[in-house]
């Protein structure tokens, strides 16, 4: 039998970024540590912050549940390796 544990991070709203930023030089790169598993930061890798886009997600009725019409609107941030070289990957 398999251990199973309940990973329930905080997630971070928009004004929790807004005040994370709030004081960061309109030039600073952002990164992002990944973190290896759930909740696990020690062995981290460290991205970098190259995108953002607006996503609303739906769900439409369905016959088991008709009046079903919920969505969710968020940002979608998109990290990349740190610039630098690497192998090829053939």
């Given at each position: 039998?398999?251990?199973?544990?309940?990973?329930?991070?905080?997630?971070?709203?928009?004004?929790?970024?807004?005040?994370?930023?709030?004081?960061?030089?309109?030039d600073?790169?952002?990164?992002?540590?990944?973190?290896?598993?759930?909740?696990?930061?020690?062995?981290?890798?460290?991205?970098?912050?190259?995108?953002?886009?607006?996503v609303?997600?739906w769900?439409?009725?369905?016959?088991?549940v008709?009046?079903?019409?919920?969505?969710?609107?968020?940002?979608?941030?998109f990290?990349?390796?740190?610039?630098?070289?690497?192998?090829?990957?053939?």
């Amino acid at each position: 039998m398999t251990d199973v544990f309940e990973h329930t991070p905080q997630i971070w709203n928009a004004a929790q970024l807004r005040d994370a930023l709030k004081d960061l030089p309109d030039d600073a790169p952002i990164h992002i540590g990944v973190a290896g598993d759930p909740g696990d930061f020690d062995g981290y890798r460290d991205f970098v912050l190259v995108d953002a886009h607006q996503v609303e997600s739906w769900w439409p009725a369905t016959s088991t549940v008709p009046e079903r019409t919920e969505t969710a609107k968020a940002l979608t941030l998109f990290a990349d390796w740190e610039p630098g070289a690497y192998d090829r990957l053939d």
